[in-house]
């Protein structure tokens, strides 16, 4: 749920900024506890590092996804953030720390349709798959107009003006979050 929050506060950060990007960076460190716990300790079969104050702890979990096509969708980087989430983590490992990167940033202004070019063949109705791209087109574009309102909403009323559901849920942390300069209380 924190990374899904995490996910849709940087992608609303990349419409801010006008940027998109197509390679996002998931890293998960893992706390100390995970091996001064016997219990967690029994369970935990992997390699083990030091960290920076000479303690052992469960070797961080790091991945990339790649996306398709250069994005601010929050829809699609949700997705690819989530599967890459799903792929790396060790769920039976208490979690310290989350960094979620978005890579190769470029100004969406820049980012220009690229012709695609694809093998035809007799089999393949194309009629549907340009109805089926128009409909993605039209998703997009609706998701990036209700981005620009909740930004514009939050520019002036507060970043806790809009939530979503799931910062409310138990266990969410976006509220507090909002709170915080720095990672402090503010």
């Known amino acids: 749920m924190i990374v899904k929050e995490m996910t849709d506060q940087m992608v609303l950060d990349l419409v801010d900024k006008g940027l998109v990007t197509d390679q996002l960076v998931l890293t998960i460190g893992y706390d100390i506890e995970n091996l001064s716990n016997p219990n967690l300790k029994y369970q935990y079969k992997g390699e083990v590092t030091i960290d920076r104050y000479g303690r052992k702890v469960p070797k961080h979990a790091h991945g990339t996804a790649n996306l398709e096509k250069k994005t601010s969708s929050t829809r699609l980087i949700t997705n690819a953030v989530m599967d890459l989430y799903d792929r790396i983590v060790d769920e039976h490992l208490l979690v310290r720390r989350i960094t979620i990167t978005a890579n190769k940033l470029v100004d969406e202004k820049s980012v220009k349709q690229e012709d695609e070019y694809q093998q035809l063949d007799l089999f393949t109705d194309y009629e549907a798959q340009r109805k089926k791209q128009a409909e ?3 998703k997009l574009e609706r998701e990036r107009r209700m981005q620009e309102a909740m930004l514009s ?4 009323f507060g970043k806790n003006a ?24 503010a």
Do not use: C, S, W, Y
Not at 153 to 156: P, Q
């Open 162 to 185: 809009v939530l979503k559901g799931m910062n409310l849920e138990e266990g969410a942390t976006a509220k507090d979050r909002n709170e915080q300069i720095g990672g402090h209380k």
């Open 153 to 156: 909403i939050k520019k002036k």
């Open 136 to 138: 993605e087109e039209e």
